[in-house]
């Protein structure tokens, strides 16, 4: 009897530990969500993408997942499927015995993530990880085969809409065309690289109806010569604020750099650093405010995807703007007209300056995230901490919008009434956004 009893207890144990649930507690955790967010970005930080490829890279990504929490929980949540443009319909896996929907989410989104932009393998070990410590944790195999099986079928429908998006057809496009024209952009020191995406308003948006839905009001006229015109006055507001900076404007403005490619000259030597891209700190704001909230799993992505997806769209008004007007930085009308060795605080991006990408796409981030998390949540961005800049703390989402119209000009990139043209209308799109896009019912 004693032997039986023993024999049983030993088949007891085994099979707790073949059955055990450990393994939910870690993937349905929304901060390994927010984790996974995470090393995305750091991926495309490591391949040097511009803001506006990155803001791709996650929009794809965040949407697989949101499918996927839409496909586990369709009483609370709303596909986006006939929502978001060219996006008719999503091939769902029927069989949806033994999945892991949470588990699902990351491997769908960690697909995309790795297909949109990037080549084959891109994520393979962080996934690897994950799976690792899932599996050690008690992750049956029949469940981590029925998730994989179900992230895949989200995941493939969203690369197959991606890839409709003109991405592809804009990468051959001809490119921008330097001329000597007054008030023309032109490359900046110090890599005077070409004019980046000039092309990216051909890009299919996914909320707004086109790129050119919210038209700019022109930029003042360039007119340097004319100390009483308006444009003079924009450049020395600019150049006198920057030789004036107090130390809080001079973090300010390198807290908002978001430089993903910066090249530091000393003397002959030249090198590159790398930071996050501006839709990339945006991406680490929503993993901040999940965390501080407490949201659960399926609002922490939701956040991430609505968030994402104004992003996305922002960048494509922003680009029609830059490209209509193909305006001068400020650094190469002070260098060739008032002083040839005035140097902005930050590095110049490689495109045209109005309007305002960073300022345009925050307010529109923000208006997403207020939507989700409330207005006046007040949250400390850590986000450039691990870039040796200390934090920031901030009232509001749109707080931070705000003080990134004035980062920007502080940095020297941008006139301020760049500015407060591109804060105004990256509301406007991140408002339809909001106003469109039905997420959580």
Not at 348 to 362: K, L, M, R, V
Not at 413 to 430: A, M
């Amino acid at each position: 009897m004693k032997k039986l009893l023993l024999g049983i207890c030993v088949i007891v144990t085994l099979f707790a530990c073949k059955t055990s649930t450990e393994y939910k507690s870690y993937l349905h955790n929304p901060d390994l969500f927010s984790n996974t967010v995470h090393e995305l970005n750091t991926v495309v930080m490591g391949n040097n993408f511009p803001p506006m490829v990155a803001s791709r890279n996650y929009a794809y990504a965040a949407i697989a997942a949101y499918e996927v929490i839409a496909a586990s929980d369709p009483v609370h949540y709303q596909s986006l499927a006939g929502q978001l443009n060219g996006l008719k319909q999503i091939s769902i896996s029927k069989d949806t015995i033994g999945v892991d929907y949470e588990l699902a989410a990351l491997l769908a989104y960690m697909k995309v993530g790795e297909a949109v932009t990037f080549p084959e393998g891109s994520l393979k070990t962080y996934k690897d990880s994950i799976l690792t410590v899932a599996r050690a944790k008690g992750l049956p195999d029949a469940v981590e085969k029925a998730s994989q099986q179900f992230a895949d079928s989200i995941g493939m429908s969203i690369i197959r809409w991606s890839k409709k998006d003109n991405y592809l057809e804009t990468r051959g496009a001809e490119k921008y065309t330097v001329t000597d024209e007054p008030g023309r952009w032109v490359p900046t020191p110090p890599m005077y690289a070409s004019a980046a995406e000039p092309h990216w308003k051909e890009i299919r948006p996914m909320v707004i109806d086109s790129a050119g839905i919210f038209p700019v009001p022109p930029p003042p006229t360039f007119n340097i010569k004319d100390k009483k015109s308006k444009y003079y006055a924009e450049v020395m507001n600019i150049k006198n604020a920057v030789d004036s900076l107090t130390p809080d404007q001079k973090h300010m403005a390198e807290f908002w750099d978001d430089n993903p490619f910066k090249m530091n000259v000393t003397g002959h030597a030249m090198f590159g650093s790398k930071k996050f891209s501006p839709p990339g700190h945006w991406m680490s704001v929503v993993g901040i405010a999940a965390q501080k909230a407490k949201s659960d799993y399926g609002t922490t992505v939701t956040a991430f995807a609505k968030t994402s997806i104004a992003l996305f769209d922002a960048f494509i008004q922003c680009w029609y703007a830059k490209y209509t007007y193909n305006t001068v930085r400020p650094e190469t009308v002070i260098n060739k007209y008032i002083d040839q060795n005035w140097r902005p605080l930050l590095q110049t991006p490689a495109f045209p300056e109005y309007t305002c990408g960073h300022s345009t796409i925050s307010s529109s981030a923000a208006e997403a995230l207020t939507s989700v998390f409330g207005d006046n949540f007040a949250y400390t961005d850590s986000t450039e901490i691990e870039f040796g800049i200390k934090n920031r703390d901030f009232k509001s989402f749109r707080a931070a919008a705000e003080e990134n119209n004035w980062a920007r000009f502080y940095g020297g990139l941008h006139f301020h009434n760049s500015c407060i043209i591109s804060t105004e209308f990256g509301k406007k799109v991140g408002g339809l956004v909001v106003e469109r896009v039905k997420m959580k019912k």
